[in-house]
C-alpha cells in the first residue's frame, strides 16, 4: 500500500503539466505495451476470449473509471490527501458487495476490521479537513464517487471472473481498454494537453513502473488468491500513508487525528486479513 498511496501524490505532480485523461492515457498505453512485450517474452499463457472480454471490463472500472475519477478531482482542486481519504472509503462497498454478490463469509473480527478501518479513515478525515481548504466541490465529490463504485466492481468482476486469468496478458488488456476509454474521455475534456518538463517525466516514469506495473500487478495477483474484502481492506493504510507523504513534500499538515488514524486504520487491517484464521 506504500506503493498504491504515492499515487495520489503523483497525480498532483502530474497535474501541473498535463491533463488529467490524457495522462492516464498515455501511461496506460505504454504499461499494456510493455506487459505483452514481457508477457511474449516469458511465453506465457494467452487469455481465453471470455477472459479478454472479463479483462477489459476490469480495466475500464478498475482503471478508467477508478483513476480517471481521482485524477479528475485533483484536477479541479482536490487535495490529494482529501482525494486518497474518499477513496479509501471503497474497502467498505467492496466487503458488503462482496458478501451479497460473491458470498463470500467474513468472520465477526472481519467485520471488526472493516470498522476499524472505516473508522481509522474518518479520523483521518476529520484531520484533514479542519483549518484547510480541501477543495471540496459538487464536482470533485461527483468524480471521487466514480471512484469509489469503479474501484469497488472492478475489484468483485476480477475476484470473480479473472482468478484464471494469465496475469501479464489479463493485465495488460485491462490497460489497453482503459486507455481507449481515457483517450475517447481525453478528447472530450477540454484543457487536456501533455507538456513534457522533468517533473511530468518523472511522474510519468513513477507512474508507470511503480503503480501501473508493481502495484497493480500486485494487487492483480492478491486478488487471485484471497477474498476480495481481504485485498480491499489493505487500502484502508492509503489515506494516512498518503497524508504522510503530502506532508513531507507539499508541507501539508499531519496532525495527530492523522497518526491516530493510521494506527486504527492498521488494526482494522489486521483484524481484517486475519480474521478467518
Known sequence: MLLWSSGFVVARYAMEDAGPLVFLAIRLAIAAVLLAVFAMAMRTARPTRVQTGWSAVVGILFHALYLGGVFVAISWGLAAGVSALISGLHPVLTAFLG?????????????????????????????K?????????RGTLIASVVSVVGMSAGTLVQRRFGTDTPLLWGTSVQYMA???????????HEGEHFEVTSQSTFAMLWALLVLSIAAVLLMMWLLQ??????????????PALSAAEAAILFDERLGPLALAGLVISLVGVALTVRGSN
Do not use: M, N
Not at 458470498?103 to 484531520?127: N, S
Not at 488468491?225 to 480491499?232: I, Y
Open 178 to 188: 482503459a486507455a481507449g476509454v481515457l483517450a475517447v474521455a481525453a478528447a472530450l
Open 225 to 238: 488468491r484471497e477474498e476480495a474484502a481481504r485485498v480491499s481492506s489493505l487500502f484502508f493504510l492509503t
Open 129 to 137: 479537513l479542519h483549518g484547510t481548504d480541501a477543495g471540496l466541490t
Open 99 to 127: 458478501v451479497v454478490l460473491l458470498r463470500e463469509l467474513l468472520a465477526p473480527r472481519q467485520w471488526l476490521g472493516i470498522v476499524l478501518g472505516f473508522t481509522g479513515v474518518l479520523v483521518v478525515v476529520v484531520d
